[in-house]
């Protein structure tokens, strides 16, 4: 079956500790997302990748980095920089980048700092 | 800039009732519009979307929205609700100038037994 998978599902970090959460499609797809949730705050844009190899970042990227080596792959890390990182994180990806592009979302990862 | 409004944070209906969530959106040329549904703690389900012709467009789980441009809104509608479709919907535009979608904050809706 195709889709988006996300690893892992719960995950707690420590202060002043660097986190890795994965997300993996094989839906062929070029572009991809990652987003945050918060409580009542529907879904803001963290970083976006087109391509291979290229991203930009979005509302909220400050604390975040990513990298686009492969095409199924866009691992989001979340660094000590981010002061208030608790939350959900969602990745998501469409076949390009275009306003009529359905996302696919993936089933999430928990972020919670102890 | 393009924005979404959802009115209603919460919202809670009897099973068998029928249901309309209501979206506003700001954008300007036609929009591409979305209705996603998040059951807790899980990614979003595309219910339906709206990209040009007929008005009124057919989605899974029995729902369906209708666009209406002169008051810039996509409600959400379901003429009997299942306790299953407890869950959050959320409302989207395409077109976000990083070639995202633009979210709502989201409705909650319970569903009353």
């Known amino acids: 079956d195709g889709g988006i998978t996300q690893s892992p599902k719960y995950l707690f970090r420590k202060e002043g500790q660097n986190v890795t959460l994965s997300c993996e499609q094989n839906?062929?797809?070029?572009?991809m997302y990652w987003y945050r949730q918060d409580p009542g705050q529907g879904l803001r844009l963290i970083y976006y990748?087109?391509?291979?190899?290229?991203?930009q970042k979005g509302d909220i990227a400050e604390g975040y980095s990513v990298s686009r080596e492969k095409k199924e792959s866009f691992p989001l890390t979340v660094t000590s920089a981010q002061k208030n990182p608790t939350a959900f994180y969602l990745c998501?990806?469409?076949?390009?980048?275009?306003?009529?592009?359905?996302?696919?979302f993936g089933p999430g990862t928990r972020l919670t700092v102890l | 800039a393009q924005s979404v409004t959802q009115p209603d944070i919460h919202i809670t209906v009897s099973e068998g009732a029928s249901l309309e969530l209501r979206c506003n959106y700001s954008?300007?040329?036609?929009?591409?519009l979305f209705w996603y549904v998040q059951s807790p703690g899980q990614g979003l389900q595309l219910l339906l979307k709206?990209?040009?012709?007929?008005?009124l467009v057919q989605g899974i789980k029995g729902f369906e929205a209708e666009f209406k441009r002169s008051q810039s809104s996509f409600n959400l509608r379901k003429p009997s609700v299942h306790w299953s479709d407890a869950a959050e919907y959320f409302c989207?535009?395409?077109?976000?100038?990083?070639?995202?979608?633009?979210f709502g904050k989201g409705t909650k809706l319970s569903v009353k037994p």
């Open positions: 990748s087109q391509i291979v190899n290229d991203f």
């Open positions: 839906l062929n797809h070029d572009a």
């Open positions: 998501a990806s469409s076949i390009r980048d275009r306003a009529n592009n359905e996302q696919f």
């Open positions: 954008y300007g040329a036609t929009p591409y």
């Open positions: 709206y990209f040009s012709g007929d008005t």
């Open positions: 989207a535009v395409g077109g976000g100038s990083q070639g995202n979608l633009i």
